[in-house]
């Protein structure tokens, strides 16, 4: 089993649709969690923390969910700009371990 | 602010050439420094990692290294490039505490020929 897990996808949906992205992980130890962005070419660049309570920032919103090992995204309202790839990352504590997930692309169609 | 340059942005080699990519960083002391290679179409996979000058770890064994010469300086390199070692590299850096993020410098595209 890969220490983090999401759907590759792709997801195609039109502009203002809602879309979620899933990711799982397997290390129960897993402190702190993020989600990246990737444009194609570009380097990853973090979108936003994920914390154990919820946290929403504009239009994203990240939830973590520890009993069952999971972390998701949620985009409401899609921007054309949002078409990327969405990384999920685990920290895992005791030695520099930041995994990160094989990522999913979204693809925003007018 | 915290600033990270990596250079060059694309490079293409043959095989059996060597390498050397340099990364650094600006605005922060002691950070930790980090080499990642993404494949086309792939994950990122971590092939270096230091804590300090001079301090390095390797994740992945394979035909390439590392060093850090200076506290904000991070060089990978090749004695002899494989057809294989294509792919998009990427430095980044961080702080060490409970909620680590990791920022990435702008990536060098090699492709050996």
């Known amino acids: 089993r890969k220490e983090v897990e999401q759907d590759p996808g792709p997801f195609n949906v039109p502009e203002g649709a809602t879309v979620a992205f899933n990711c799982t992980y397997s290390?129960?130890?897993?402190?702190?969690f993020f989600w990246y962005r990737q444009d194609c070419r570009k380097e990853p660049k973090l979108l936003m923390s994920?914390?154990?309570s919820g946290n929403e920032d504009g239009r994203f919103t990240a939830q973590l969910n520890r009993a069952s090992q999971y972390i998701s995204l949620l985009i409401r309202d899609s921007k054309l700009s949002d078409s990327a790839t969405y990384l999920c990352?685990?920290?895992?504590?005791?030695?520099?371990?930041?995994?990160f997930g094989a990522g999913t692309r979204l693809f925003v169609k007018a | 602010s915290q600033t990270i340059h990596q250079w060059p942005a694309t490079l293409v080699q043959p095989v059996g050439s060597p390498l050397s990519l340099e990364c650094t960083v600006e605005?922060?002391?002691?950070?930790?420094l980090y080499w990642y290679r993404q494949a086309a179409g792939r994950g990122l996979q971590l092939l270096f990692y230091?804590?300090?000058?001079?301090?390095i770890s390797s994740e992945v064994p394979q035909n390439l290294s590392a060093s850090r010469p200076q506290d904000r300086q991070f060089i990978l390199s090749s004695k002899k490039l494989l057809l294989s070692d294509s792919g998009f590299y990427l430095c980044?850096?961080?702080?060490?505490?409970?909620?680590?993020?990791?920022?990435f410098g702008s990536g060098t595209q090699l492709s050996v020929l």
């Open positions: 980044a850096w961080s702080v060490t505490g409970p909620n680590e993020k990791l920022f």
């Open positions: 290390n129960s130890a897993s402190q702190s």
């Open positions: 994920v914390y154990s």
């Open positions: 990352v685990v920290n895992i504590p005791g030695g520099f371990k930041t995994i």
């Open positions: 605005g922060t002391s002691n950070p930790n």
């Open positions: 230091s804590v300090g000058i001079g301090q």
